[in-house]
């Protein structure tokens, strides 16, 4: 028995004791041999005997208390014509030892493969052994782009040719046997200057040519498949288009095999089917190559050259060259070569391709730039803080490429049917010419119609059918500023029903201001610099506003935060108690004079803070953060959309449905602590499926436990980890873009399944019926595909 050797990471390992342990665990597990763990590398090496093996000694690791780290790596696949390619291209992947999960998407040509130490090779290997041809992917940069462009433009060189050489040689097949038909003088005229069987070696040679020289990929591909009982749809066309060539050939140089009645040619159609099937492969490859255009736009977005100052001088350099801390000059109507902080000068930025924002943004000292952007006016000087994968844009590709190579969970019934289309229809079309040869006795006859049955099957269209929307859907998305971290989060937003919105920083603009105080001025100093110590995002409003009006700040003495509640500070010798009525009730402070006070302020949908002096009610400050300018809109758009939008805030509940009531939300979680929120999500999940967004740090767990977490990008930030989707805008309005592109990507991907089995059910029995000539059948097989490709590139359009 073949062995494989794994090389895996392991965490948690800290001594000798602990390698020990990891090597008794996996070298008990039956087929394990040559265990070994090397504590300097954390890795432990072992050959196994099957894939069970190898993930059974994974499950060992863990119950030795330790975490084997799996590893991701993407591969492209080149040679996939259908689905049944996919299927196989995935089974022949997961047969790897090692392997956990593998993704085979047809539309971008790529694998992902997860893994336990897994040798890249292993799995070229095993894709080499199934039919295809693998490499491993690069990431997304200038340079693959200018590779996949080139190999994209020479794969439709090749199908321009191929086609238009097949259609010159086919044109005069069809002229003479169409033409035969519907004139029968034709055949009676050239039977009488040439002869027909002279006529017949004519289409031979013809046919011969069109299947053996522009249509030797589907012999080259199909009948290899054949063999290695792993049909496609290569095999479809070689066999049907080879199966009437054969026919005719048999008719023309050995009729005595026959009977006499049987003695027909089809030369035009074997012909004929591959013109029309290449014809349909040029149109399909040109609209996939429109149907990643988006994806090629970001990346043309990546600047190969760096203007950057060093020993005094300014020079170009390739942008590889670019390190961290370099000083970049930017000149008006160039692109922001790389991320950075702006040392000096002004510009005004497009970052429509990072916001979806039309509007150009002013960058001036200390902002940050993001690569991509384009300076339409003015100029400045920035040091690089993120260079190559590290910046915004490669984020963004990585993430975009990422949802495209997913899977929904809408795909996986595809799989499993389309894994045995191809023998299916292939038993069909044997079972169909059977019934014809001996229910009907005419061999011709039987063999056109068998024949019609294999050419009018598309396995294509059903392998297109989703990751074409998913990749067209993902990338609008990107250009609309709204980044699908996961391919099957697009099917699961579109399913939500109820949006949970973090206020602060989404509803709101996020930069708080100090709008009132009541009492004596002389307390401000005190207030901020107790808040100066604070992490709260309103502390910074109060200390913003002593320093605008130019006060000085005592030294803080002491400091007790009091999550949730507030804070208690000795600042200048006094103690500073600052914080909500909860609060002060527990610390037996009198506020019943300032209560109503606070109570209008909260009434005005500011946040009012009590504030003690040496325990005594000495103040009500209020901070208000205003509310965004596009939100209500915006939460207009999402009840229009049917979603119930329920707004969760630390604020007082009168403060919190003020707010509410501005914004027209009916529904409002007040005084809520970070931890209630994971509470909250988790019972509003229970009710329907739950949206959250919030701003990726703060509200990590409640993303993470959302059915779908939505995060603020805020333009730079956009490695959140707990969100599913990121809005690179920055506020509400993304969500209602969001949902209506996923409900729109959806209804297009149920269009193209329905489209592609519909078509296959209806067809293949009208084929099988004798009512469908192979030629038409070639026809309807390529408009099938193109159609489900054409219909995927309608959500270009969607505007949001």
């Given at each position: 028995m073949s062995q494989t050797t794994l090389s895996l990471p392991v965490e948690g390992m800290t001594c000798a004791s602990c390698v020990g342990r990891v090597e008794r665990a996996i070298a008990a597990v039956p087929g394990v041999h040559d265990a070994s763990v090397n504590l300097a590398s954390n890795r432990a090496s072992f050959s196994v005997d099957s894939p069970e093996a190898a993930r059974a000694a994974a499950a060992a690791i863990e119950r030795a208390g330790y975490e084997p780290v799996a590893e991701s790596r993407d591969y492209s696949i080149t040679g996939m014509t259908c689905a049944s390619c996919v299927a196989r291209v995935e089974r022949a992947i997961l047969a790897v030892p090692g392997v956990t999960a593998a993704s085979v998407n047809l539309a971008t040509e790529r694998a992902s493969v997860r893994g336990l130490g897994v040798a890249p090779a292993a799995i070229i290997a095993a894709v080499e052994r199934a039919g295809y041809e693998a490499a491993p992917a690069e990431g997304a940069s200038a340079a693959r782009l200018a590779e996949e462009t080139a190999r994209r433009e020479a794969e439709e060189a090749g199908l321009r040719r191929d086609t238009l050489l097949a259609v010159l040689l086919s044109a005069p097949l069809f002229v003479v046997e169409m033409g035969g038909h519907l004139f029968p003088a034709l055949h009676h005229a050239l039977d009488h200057a040439i002869g027909m069987?002279?006529?017949?070696?004519?289409?031979?040679l013809l046919a011969s040519a069109v299947l053996f020289f522009p249509g030797l990929r589907f012999q080259r591909h199909g009948w290899p498949a054949l063999l290695r009982a792993a049909p496609d749809m290569n095999t479809l066309v070689a066999v049907g288009a080879g199966a009437a060539w054969a026919y005719s050939s048999v008719t023309t140089f050995l009729p005595f095999l026959l009977p006499e009645d049987a003695r027909h040619v089809y030369f035009e159609a074997a012909a004929v089917i591959v013109a029309l099937i290449l014809l349909g492969r040029l149109l399909e490859a040109r609209s996939k190559g429109q149907a990643s255009e988006a994806i090629r736009r970001l990346m043309r977005l990546q600047s190969r050259t760096a203007r950057v100052e060093r020993d005094g001088t300014t020079s170009e350099i390739a942008i590889e060259a670019l390190a961290a801390g370099d000083v970049v000059v930017l000149r008006p109507g160039e692109r922001v070569p790389t991320d950075g902080e702006v040392i000096d000068g002004s510009a005004l930025l497009d970052e429509s391709m990072l916001t979806g924002e039309p509007v150009p943004v002013r960058k001036q000292a200390g902002d940050r730039v993001t690569g991509g952007t384009l300076a339409t006016d003015g100029g400045l000087r920035f040091r690089a803080t993120a260079v190559g994968g590290e910046t915004v844009l490669a984020q963004i590709l990585a993430m975009v490429e990422g949802a495209q190579a997913a899977k929904l969970p809408i795909q996986a019934v595809v799989d499993r049917i389309t894994l045995w289309f191809v023998p299916a229809v292939m038993a069909i079309a044997t079972l169909t010419a059977l019934i014809w040869l001996f229910v009907g006795g005419d061999i011709s006859q039987a063999l056109v119609n068998g024949v019609a049955v294999l050419i009018i099957a598309c396995p294509c269209a059903m392998g297109l059918a989703t990751p074409t929307s998913i990749m067209v859907g993902t990338g609008r998305a990107a250009e609309l500023g709204v980044i699908f971290r996961r391919g099957d989060a697009l099917q699961r937003l579109g399913e939500t029903a109820i949006l949970a919105v973090d206020k602060t920083g989404t509803l709101t603009e996020g930069h708080p201001k100090l709008t009132d105080m009541l009492g004596d001025d002389t307390l401000l100093p005190l207030i901020a610099a107790a808040e100066s110590r604070s992490e709260h995002p309103l502390a910074a409003a109060i200390v913003g506003a002593a320093r605008e009006r130019g006060l000085t700040l005592p030294e803080v003495e002491q400091f007790e935060p009091l999550p949730g509640r507030g804070l208690v500070a000795r600042v200048a010798g006094r103690e500073v108690a600052i914080g909500s009525a909860r609060m002060m009730a527990e610390r037996g402070v009198d506020f019943s004079a300032l209560e109503g006070e606070a109570a209008r302020l909260a009434g005005l949908g500011r946040t009012p803070f009590?504030?003690?002096?040496?325990?005594?009610?000495?103040?009500?400050?209020?901070?208000?953060?205003?509310?965004?300018?596009?939100?209500?809109?915006?939460?207009?758009?999402?009840?229009?959309?049917g979603?119930?939008?329920?707004?969760?805030?630390?604020?007082?509940?009168?403060?919190?449905?003020?707010?509410?009531?501005?914004?027209?939300?009916?529904?409002?979680?007040?005084?809520?602590l970070p931890a209630d929120k994971l509470a909250i999500v988790e019972e509003l999940r229970g009710q329907a499926p739950t949206a959250f967004l919030g701003d990726?740090?703060?509200?990590?767990?409640?993303?993470?436990?959302?059915?779908?977490?939505?995060?603020?990008?805020?333009?730079?930030?956009?490695?959140?980890?707990?969100?599913?989707?990121?809005?690179?805008?920055?506020?509400?309005?993304?969500?209602?873009?969001?949902?209506?592109?996923?409900?729109?990507?959806?209804?297009?991907i149920r269009q193209n399944l329905f489209w592609a089995f519909a078509y296959n059910a209806a067809l293949i029995p009208v084929a099988a019926a004798g009512l469908l000539s192979p030629m038409l059948a070639a026809a309807a097989m390529g408009v099938s595909s193109v159609f489900v490709v054409t219909n995927a590139l309608r959500l270009r359009r969607f505007a949001g």
């Amino acid at each position: 028995m073949s062995q494989t050797t794994l090389s895996l990471p392991v965490e948690g390992m800290t001594c000798a004791s602990c390698v020990g342990r990891v090597e008794r665990a996996i070298a008990a597990v039956p087929g394990v041999h040559d265990a070994s763990v090397n504590l300097a590398s954390n890795r432990a090496s072992f050959s196994v005997d099957s894939p069970e093996a190898a993930r059974a000694a994974a499950a060992a690791i863990e119950r030795a208390g330790y975490e084997p780290v799996a590893e991701s790596r993407d591969y492209s696949i080149t040679g996939m014509t259908c689905a049944s390619c996919v299927a196989r291209v995935e089974r022949a992947i997961l047969a790897v030892p090692g392997v956990t999960a593998a993704s085979v998407n047809l539309a971008t040509e790529r694998a992902s493969v997860r893994g336990l130490g897994v040798a890249p090779a292993a799995i070229i290997a095993a894709v080499e052994r199934a039919g295809y041809e693998a490499a491993p992917a690069e990431g997304a940069s200038a340079a693959r782009l200018a590779e996949e462009t080139a190999r994209r433009e020479a794969e439709e060189a090749g199908l321009r040719r191929d086609t238009l050489l097949a259609v010159l040689l086919s044109a005069p097949l069809f002229v003479v046997e169409m033409g035969g038909h519907l004139f029968p003088a034709l055949h009676h005229a050239l039977d009488h200057a040439i002869g027909m069987q002279t006529l017949w070696v004519v289409e031979f040679l013809l046919a011969s040519a069109v299947l053996f020289f522009p249509g030797l990929r589907f012999q080259r591909h199909g009948w290899p498949a054949l063999l290695r009982a792993a049909p496609d749809m290569n095999t479809l066309v070689a066999v049907g288009a080879g199966a009437a060539w054969a026919y005719s050939s048999v008719t023309t140089f050995l009729p005595f095999l026959l009977p006499e009645d049987a003695r027909h040619v089809y030369f035009e159609a074997a012909a004929v089917i591959v013109a029309l099937i290449l014809l349909g492969r040029l149109l399909e490859a040109r609209s996939k190559g429109q149907a990643s255009e988006a994806i090629r736009r970001l990346m043309r977005l990546q600047s190969r050259t760096a203007r950057v100052e060093r020993d005094g001088t300014t020079s170009e350099i390739a942008i590889e060259a670019l390190a961290a801390g370099d000083v970049v000059v930017l000149r008006p109507g160039e692109r922001v070569p790389t991320d950075g902080e702006v040392i000096d000068g002004s510009a005004l930025l497009d970052e429509s391709m990072l916001t979806g924002e039309p509007v150009p943004v002013r960058k001036q000292a200390g902002d940050r730039v993001t690569g991509g952007t384009l300076a339409t006016d003015g100029g400045l000087r920035f040091r690089a803080t993120a260079v190559g994968g590290e910046t915004v844009l490669a984020q963004i590709l990585a993430m975009v490429e990422g949802a495209q190579a997913a899977k929904l969970p809408i795909q996986a019934v595809v799989d499993r049917i389309t894994l045995w289309f191809v023998p299916a229809v292939m038993a069909i079309a044997t079972l169909t010419a059977l019934i014809w040869l001996f229910v009907g006795g005419d061999i011709s006859q039987a063999l056109v119609n068998g024949v019609a049955v294999l050419i009018i099957a598309c396995p294509c269209a059903m392998g297109l059918a989703t990751p074409t929307s998913i990749m067209v859907g993902t990338g609008r998305a990107a250009e609309l500023g709204v980044i699908f971290r996961r391919g099957d989060a697009l099917q699961r937003l579109g399913e939500t029903a109820i949006l949970a919105v973090d206020k602060t920083g989404t509803l709101t603009e996020g930069h708080p201001k100090l709008t009132d105080m009541l009492g004596d001025d002389t307390l401000l100093p005190l207030i901020a610099a107790a808040e100066s110590r604070s992490e709260h995002p309103l502390a910074a409003a109060i200390v913003g506003a002593a320093r605008e009006r130019g006060l000085t700040l005592p030294e803080v003495e002491q400091f007790e935060p009091l999550p949730g509640r507030g804070l208690v500070a000795r600042v200048a010798g006094r103690e500073v108690a600052i914080g909500s009525a909860r609060m002060m009730a527990e610390r037996g402070v009198d506020f019943s004079a300032l209560e109503g006070e606070a109570a209008r302020l909260a009434g005005l949908g500011r946040t009012p803070f009590l504030v003690a002096l040496d325990g005594q009610a000495a103040s009500v400050i209020a901070v208000a953060d205003p509310i965004r300018e596009s939100t209500p809109a915006a939460v207009a758009a999402l009840k229009e959309q049917g979603l119930r939008v329920v707004m969760v805030s630390g604020d007082n509940r009168r403060t919190a449905e003020a707010i509410a009531a501005q914004l027209g939300i009916a529904e409002v979680r007040a005084e809520v602590l970070p931890a209630d929120k994971l509470a909250i999500v988790e019972e509003l999940r229970g009710q329907a499926p739950t949206a959250f967004l919030g701003d990726g740090i703060n509200d990590a767990p409640a993303l993470a436990a959302a059915d779908v977490g939505i995060a603020i990008g805020t333009g730079t930030d956009v490695a959140l980890e707990s969100a599913e989707v990121v809005l690179m805008g920055g506020d509400l309005s993304g969500v209602a873009r969001a949902v209506g592109l996923s409900r729109a990507t959806m209804r297009n991907i149920r269009q193209n399944l329905f489209w592609a089995f519909a078509y296959n059910a209806a067809l293949i029995p009208v084929a099988a019926a004798g009512l469908l000539s192979p030629m038409l059948a070639a026809a309807a097989m390529g408009v099938s595909s193109v159609f489900v490709v054409t219909n995927a590139l309608r959500l270009r359009r969607f505007a949001g």
